[in-house]
């Protein structure tokens, strides 16, 4: 039996620096009995040499993606990769099933099996495969940092003999993975942190990193897979009116609430900005999908009032170098599971692993797009295809007993009856 071939696709899209697997973690993909091919350059922008995967044990091959298995990517295949890809073969990528249809039809039509990293299920047997969370670690550091580096002024308290220069105050709102880290680092630069999040659970971890919880006394938003509930624009509006005074005394601001594969909450008016002080600083993660300030603009940093406001674009690419290696351990992980260890023979030789994907395991069912030329998630076939066709089963019903045909009874003539009626005897009593 052959082994399974793994290739590492060199990404295309403009502004992506990552790469889905490191030199260091190869040698785990081979370990499990697969050949690992990569296309040349992949790792260039991450600053991953090709030399360095040669020796951890890759093939460098033009034509990886032709002769692979399963392709693994950060950012989806574009159309001229999909057509490269042969009848069966799998991808594993970041793939938003929402704004990608055209891709996803097309790797339906080519007959690919396709798998999605911000699919994967919010459970406890996933985290080390929860690439999302990976890379809102990388873009929670980046936006901590990027604040301290705008902002004309220390975070940290410095006294000196020719006087105290006090700490900055930062705010952040949102306090999942990326939240959390924009908190512990703003807090390691030594800034004065407070935090807000709708979710309660929230609260005790925004504490736990030094910051001071924001409790602005409205109804908690806890919603499925540890993510924020939707929340009415009536909600949205008293939380803006009693954010707006913490906001105005900031002089860093950092937003990091989304969810995957919606809009971004509007969390901030240009207002509520325009009210912050003389160089003040706001930097919002999700300028991409939305974004939480009104006005920011992704990758680029506009001004609004007396503040600039830089909108995240592509972040966790911004620090490919350990952004490539969460995400490539992730893929490891994802692989692993997928995977069926060889068999040791009589002669003492292991045969070669097999890429077995399990569909009724609830990972490899809940990550997956399309499958067998058909679009296996169903909100992403139902966006596509429409709805299914109701399925009409036939009805069993009991065989009804037929009743006999009552025998034919001969009924005489009418002149035989009349004839009948004269033959009656006649009643002389009656007639009296």
């Known amino acids: 039996m052959r082994s399974v071939k793994i290739a590492v696709a060199r990404e295309t899209r403009e502004g992506e620096a990552r790469v889905a697997m490191v030199p260091e973690l190869v040698g785990k993909l081979t370990g499990l009995g697969y050949e690992v091919l990569v296309e040349p350059g992949a790792g260039e922008s991450a600053e991953f040499a090709d030399e360095e995967y040669a020796e951890a044990g890759a093939t460098l091959s033009e034509s990886a993606l032709s002769d692979a298995d399963v392709v693994v990517a950060v950012q989806p295949l574009d159309g001229a990769a999909i057509g490269r890809l042969r009848e069966g073969a799998a991808t594993i ?8 249809q055209e891709l996803v039809s097309r790797l339906r039509d080519a007959g690919v099996t396709s798998f999605a990293m911000e699919l994967v299920p919010r459970i406890s047997r996933a985290q080390s495969m929860d690439a999302l969370s990976s890379q809102a670690l990388v873009a929670g550091y980046r936006s ?66 030094g910051a001071k919880s924001i409790d602005l006394e409205l109804e908690t938003l806890e919603g499925a897979g540890g993510y924020a509930r939707e929340m009415t624009e009536d909600r949205a509006a008293r939380q ?18 989304a969810v995957p594969g919606r809009q971004a909450p509007m969390l901030v008016t240009s207002a509520m900005v325009e009210a912050m002080k003389p160089g003040s600083v706001v930097v919002d993660l999700a300028a991409e999908t939305g974004g939480n300030v009104e006005g920011s603009v992704a990758g680029k940093v506009v001004k609004i009032g007396h ?17 490539s290696k969460l995400y490539a351990q992730n893929i490891v992980n ?31 069912a809940g990550s997956a797009v399309t499958h067998a030329g058909r679009i296996v998630h169903e909100p992403t076939r ?21 009743q006999p045909e009552p025998e034919a009874v001969e009924v005489p003539e009418a002149d035989a009856i009349a004839t009948q009626q004269l033959d009656l005897p006649y009643d002389q009593e009656a007639d009296q």
């Not at 990528?93 to 990608?100: A, I």
């Not at 939240?179 to 925004?206: F, N």
């Open 93 to 100: 990528s970041f793939l938003p099933v929402n704004s990608e």
């Open 144 to 209: 901590a940092v990027v604040a301290a580096g705008l902002l004309r002024r220390f975070f940290p308290l410095n006294m000196t003999a020719a006087g105290t220069v006090q700490p900055a105050e930062v705010v952040v709102l949102g306090a999942g993975v990326a939240g959390l880290q924009a908190i512990a680092t703003a807090k390691r630069l030594g800034a004065v942190v407070r935090a807000y999040d709708v979710r309660a659970a929230a609260a005790e971890e925004i504490r736990s990193m």
């Open 382 to 402: 139902e966006a596509i295809e429409g709805p299914a066709e109701p399925v009409v089963e036939p009805v069993e019903t009991e065989p009804v007993e037929t």
């Open 307 to 323: 503040a600039q406001v830089w909108g995240g674009a592509n972040v966790p690419s911004q620090m490919p170098g350990p952004a």
């Open 334 to 364: 994802l692989l692993t599971l997928m995977t069926t260890a060889g068999e040791k023979g009589d002669d003492g030789v292991t045969s070669a692993a097999t890429f077995t994907p399990d569909f009724d395991d609830e990972i490899v």
């Open 240 to 257: 803006r009116d009693l954010l707006a005074p913490y906001i105005a005394n900031a002089d860093a601001l950092i937003t990091t609430a």
